[in-house]
């Protein structure tokens, strides 16, 4: 956990005049710097999101470059002037990278090919894993469909070309390639390259044998192509799976937040409901992504979370002011703990911030309109307390008793969650030698209380 505020400025233009060392380093990473404008798209959308509606913003933020990962929450502060950034809860993950390869392509897989091609699919690099036959000679500045044989899909379309023509993402392209003993069946999968000012430039990919799949004894294959012959169970399966949709529904979801909140001019009002309903499920789906993650993480052998030094009464406010504006939405008031409200505990700070996360979430899906939400902070004995408290329809006793199983959820067919987020935060909990409870009956709401070793 990193305690330091990261601050930074950004002026009306969408420039950033003024930053931290951390900030200053990814926008640098990004190909710009002071003086230009703010080359994280994620934060310039809601920068300027923040400056249309003229009010605080308070958000995940979500970041990379070819370094590593950046998870931090921001808070957006509009001014006539520009806005002010703080950036709490920086963390990094670094990118797990062998040696750089030539010509700056991704590692290849042991059976199969790195390459990475221009904006017209001409080849600018091509490297073979160290089980796989040397490339071609002379294929610089080949087309890749041409060094790469490339086959339709069961309707007759191209997935690279489809690509092409979205500057997207794709995967599962058949194709066949020159190999000692004749042509052999390979398939590509792709990532879209932009420069600095966000120019489309080619592609970076890899080329792995067809027959990499592994198969069952009726021949069957086991495994998309995409992710190897890993079986499912592999932990490596579900990371392959997460990077494989996370970085596709961000897309979605960030296209489609442009489109509904008509940043770049005025659209018809029934196009921009249209694509805020996409923007909608697309978060639902990473919703979803996110809670197969953790559920693969937290069941996990030997799964141990962080004990850091944590106030429930902070998290529980900054919890509050990242779900805020979603309970004004629906007219609910949350009544949260005040500044001197403290209780301090040990806990993994992300993790405890995910299970209140996911309690107010709750708590704001299932509540009236214009109903009240309350969070309290209290000591019991060893053990630091907080509750999260709605008037909502309430849970009957039998309810309660599979309201944290796996998948659960109450026979509600909405599309409002996977059944998965009470189970993993009671997971968690207890993983930080706490727990997480509920109590209520019918018609009178339900209060889930989370409790953890209290801190002198």
């Not at 030094?309 to 004004?328: N, Q």
């Not at 706490?434 to 209380?449: E, I, K, M, N």
Request: glycine share 10%.
């Amino acid at each position: 956990m990193s305690a330091r505020i990261v601050r930074g400025r950004i002026d009306r233009a969408g420039t950033l005049v003024s930053a931290d060392a951390p900030l200053l380093r990814l926008q640098q990473r990004a190909g710009a710097g002071l003086e230009k404008p703010l080359a994280l798209p994620h934060l310039a959308r809601l920068v300027a999101l923040a400056q249309r509606l003229q009010r605080d913003i308070s958000r995940p933020l979500h970041a990379a470059d070819d370094h590593s990962d950046v998870h931090a929450l921001v808070r957006i502060i509009p001014d006539a002037d520009g806005a002010s950034l703080e950036i709490s809860d920086w963390r990094t993950r670094p990118v797990a990278q062998p040696q750089a390869p030539p010509h700056g392509t991704p590692p290849a897989a042991a059976g199969g090919w790195s390459w990475e091609c221009d904006a017209r699919l001409r080849l600018i690099a091509l490297r073979a894993g160290v089980e796989a036959p040397p490339p071609p000679a002379g294929w610089e500045g080949r087309s890749l469909s041409e060094l790469f044989e490339l086959q339709p899909d069961g309707d007759g379309h191209f997935a690279v070309l489809r690509a092409l023509a979205r500057q997207a993402p794709f995967e599962a392209q058949s194709a066949r390639i020159d190999a000692a003993g004749g042509r052999a069946a390979t398939t590509l999968s792709g990532d879209p390259l932009f420069d600095a000012a966000g120019g489309f430039t080619g592609f970076r990919g890899v080329a792995m044998p067809a027959d990499s799949r592994r198969e069952d004894a009726s021949g069957r294959s086991l495994a998309d192509p995409a992710f190897g012959s890993l079986p499912l169970s592999d932990p490596q399966f579900g990371r392959r799976i997460d990077g494989a949709l996370r970085g596709p529904l961000s897309r979605i979801i960030a296209t489609a937040e442009t489109i509904s909140g008509q940043f770049d001019g005025p659209i018809r009002a029934d196009y921009a409901r249209y694509a805020g309903d996409i923007a909608h499920a697309g978060r639902h789906l990473l919703g979803l992504v996110d809670d197969l993650a953790d559920l693969q993480n937290i069941e996990r052998p030997g799964f141990k979370a962080a004990r850091d030094e944590i106030d429930l009464g902070d998290l529980a406010r900054r919890a509050v002011g990242l779900l805020g504006m979603k309970a004004e939405e629906k007219g609910i008031r949350i009544d949260a703990p005040r500044t001197d409200d403290q209780a301090p505990a040990y806990g993994e700070f992300r993790r405890v911030l995910q299970v209140l996360l996911n309690l107010l979430g709750n708590a704001i899906r299932y509540s009236p309109e214009n109903s009240l939400i309350w969070i309290r902070v209290d000591r019991e004995d060893d053990r630091a307390t907080v509750t999260v408290a709605d008037q909502g329809q309430g849970i009957s006793v039998d309810q309660q008793a599979v309201v944290f199983e796996k998948f659960e959820r109450l026979g509600r067919t909405d599309s409002g969650g996977s059944g998965l987020g009470l189970y993993i935060a009671r997971r968690l909990a207890r993983a930080m030698d706490g727990d997480l409870v509920v109590d209520s009956a019918p018609g009178q709401g339900a209060r889930f209380t989370l409790s953890l070793p209290a801190r002198d």
